[in-house]
């Protein structure tokens, strides 16, 4: 937990900020999202004042539940607690002990920081989409039309919260199979695997669905210009069709907009292609599987530690 799921989700909550930033670079270069200078600068001047107010009520948030699932554990583990190397003679306060309930206020603080962070920025987003112009590109190399930098801000969530799925997985592992826990503990993994099961879609869609309403609306309205001229164009057809002056150019003329239409509703209406949804899939199904083979693993573990130590 503390030597590998709290330095990545540090490490992804301090450069959540550099990585938005970094990605709406991206698709703006590109043109493919652009926004007006005075609602830039009025959304900026807004949303500096919001993260603010965000960070300080995450902070809070975070040590109350950060102090809460310490007090929580010290009660789970302080009744008699047989192979468990932190407490002995009921008591949990020794010196590695009391280290153990530091790393747990620790973890569980910053995860209500990443959490509501997470929230503010897809929310963010939503704002930004509203106020901005979004141009899905049909043949962009990304097969996102341009916003795939976008859909890698949902993806990088996910990785966070499998490292911590992860780190779930081996704690019930252990509890259960090398420790006598009381019955509360077992409430606290069941807690944990099912907020799993629920965030995971979530913080991967969150910043991803203000985009697909904004490439919805594009793709409708570029569906509608096109509509519009070849409904035009049909009329026109019709009041020559009886004088036979229908030409050769009328004909390819409507086959182009046909033609258009046809690139116009293949565009994408999610900012990722199907490689980053396998990426997805993958990184959240990941704890789910590891179940069948962390007993492998803790078992060449234990007994490489029997053999060197």
Request: charged share 15%; glycine share 8%; aromatic share 10%.
């Amino acid at each position: 937990m503390f030597l590998v799921s709290f330095p990545s989700l540090l490490a992804l909550t301090i450069t959540d900020q550099q990585v938005l930033d970094s990605s709406l670079r991206r698709v703006q270069l590109e043109g493919t999202v652009s926004i007006p200078g005075p609602a830039a600068t009025a959304l900026a001047s807004l949303w500096e004042e919001r993260f603010r107010s965000v960070n300080i009520a995450a902070q809070a948030l975070g040590v109350g539940v950060g102090v809460l699932l310490a007090l929580l554990n010290y009660i789970a583990y302080t009744p008699s607690i047989v192979g468990f190397w932190i407490a002995t003679q009921n008591h949990l306060l020794l010196p590695v002990g009391v280290a153990f309930l530091i790393c747990i206020f620790l973890f569980y603080s910053l995860i209500p920081v990443y959490i509501l962070r997470g929230l503010a920025i897809s929310i963010f987003l939503k704002d930004l989409v509203v106020h901005a112009q979004i141009r899905v590109l049909p043949f962009h190399p990304d097969r996102s039309g341009g916003l795939r930098p976008v859909g890698h801000l949902g993806l990088r969530n996910q990785y966070g919260l499998t490292v911590c799925g992860v780190n779930m997985v081996l704690l019930a592992f252990v509890s259960l199979h090398y420790l006598e826990v009381p019955p509360s503990l077992y409430a606290l993994i069941v807690t944990a695997a099912v907020a799993y099961l629920i965030l995971g879609p979530v913080v991967f869609m969150g910043p991803l669905l203000p985009f697909r309403a904004g490439m919805l609306r594009t793709k409708t309205e570029l569906m509608s210009e096109v509509a519009q001229r070849l409904r035009l164009e049909l009329d026109r057809l019709r009041q020559l069709l009886a004088a036979g002056q229908i030409t050769k150019e009328d004909e390819e003329l409507v086959d182009r907009l046909r033609k258009v239409g046809l690139v116009i509703d293949g565009l994408p209406v999610w900012p990722f292609d199907i490689g980053t949804l396998r990426k997805f899939l993958t990184a959240y199904i990941v704890p789910l599987v590891s179940v069948f083979g962390v007993k492998s693993l803790l078992a060449t573990v234990v007994k490489w530690l029997e053999l060197h130590m």
